[in-house]
């Protein structure tokens, strides 16, 4: 896609989020990998007033921090800035805030494979990092490292991550852990899940190399 239309798809997935029930207020932030640079929300801008124009642009490979704009990058831009060089594979980050996510890190579990959409985030469960300020490096590094082999985790007392080949993906797969999120709370309240095997979550897996979310013909 053109830069032009990616700044405008991240305006609209930003202002999704909140209309979809997974963020509130300006907490969440995306980015999305265009060529070798990253294109990020903003921060602290009301997403019903953000502007195409007002995405930063933050070179993958350049000088580390460095970005362009009228207005300065998400203060979380270091864990999609190094989950973009760390994994060539994601074309979208997706952060939130959303309430079953949240109220699971705070208890700071993971989610298991309680359902078995759990195989759309690429293993048996849905890691949950350990905690660190905002914004920071050591925020980063936790979640690169709940981040090995999935596309999604947990931040302890914070929120959350989902990845994508796309913006589409990325956006599906937030949605998704939302609601296994949802899910695997109330059962918490009725007893706890019957956990599916790792054979059952692989089994799946296979069936998803040929499903998935719908890609329109200008996804990111």
């Given at each position: 896609?053109?830069?032009?239309?990616?700044?405008?798809?991240?305006?609209?997935?930003?202002?999704?989020?909140?209309?979809?029930?997974?963020?509130?207020?300006?907490?969440?932030?995306?980015?999305?990998?265009?060529?070798?640079?990253?294109?990020?929300?903003?921060?602290?801008?009301?997403?019903?007033?953000?502007?195409?124009?007002?995405?930063?642009?933050?070179?993958?490979?350049g000088e580390y921090g460095a970005w362009s704009?009228?207005?300065?990058?998400?203060?979380?831009?270091?864990?999609?800035?190094?989950?973009?060089?760390?994994?060539?594979?994601?074309?979208?980050?997706v952060h939130s805030h959303p309430t079953f996510?949240?109220?699971?890190?705070?208890?700071?579990?993971?989610?298991?494979?309680?359902?078995?959409?759990?195989?759309?985030?690429?293993?048996?469960?849905?890691?949950?990092?350990?905690?660190?300020?905002?914004?920071?490096?050591?925020?980063?590094?936790?979640?690169?490292?709940?981040?090995?082999?999935?596309?999604?985790?947990?931040?302890?007392?914070?929120?959350?991550?989902?990845?994508?080949?796309?913006?589409?993906?990325?956006?599906?797969?937030?949605?998704?852990?939302?609601?296994?999120?949802?899910?695997?709370?109330?059962?918490?309240?009725?007893?706890?899940?019957?956990l599916l095997s790792d054979e059952e979550i692989?089994?799946?897996?296979?069936?998803?190399?040929?499903?998935?979310?719908?890609?329109?013909?200008?996804?990111?």
């Amino acid at each position: 896609m053109a830069e032009k239309n990616l700044r405008h798809a991240i305006v609209t997935a930003c202002r999704q989020m909140n209309a979809l029930g997974i963020n509130q207020g300006t907490s969440g932030n995306i980015s999305v990998r265009h060529g070798t640079d990253m294109l990020i929300s903003p921060s602290a801008v009301a997403y019903d007033t953000m502007r195409p124009e007002d995405i930063a642009v933050m070179p993958i490979a350049g000088e580390y921090g460095a970005w362009s704009g009228p207005l300065q990058p998400s203060s979380e831009w270091r864990f999609h800035l190094d989950i973009m060089k760390a994994r060539p594979e994601v074309h979208a980050v997706v952060h939130s805030h959303p309430t079953f996510c949240t109220t699971i890190a705070i208890t700071r579990r993971e989610i298991p494979a309680c359902h078995y959409m759990i195989a759309a985030f690429g293993g048996t469960n849905v890691r949950c990092a350990p905690y660190a300020t905002f914004g920071t490096k050591a925020l980063s590094e936790h979640a690169l490292q709940a981040l090995e082999g999935r596309f999604a985790c947990l931040l302890a007392n914070h929120g959350m991550i989902a990845l994508g080949e796309s913006l589409t993906k990325a956006m599906w797969r937030a949605v998704e852990l939302e609601t296994i999120a949802r899910q695997y709370y109330h059962s918490l309240l009725i007893g706890g899940p019957v956990l599916l095997s790792d054979e059952e979550i692989a089994e799946t897996a296979r069936k998803f190399e040929n499903y998935g979310v719908q890609e329109p013909a200008s996804a990111a």
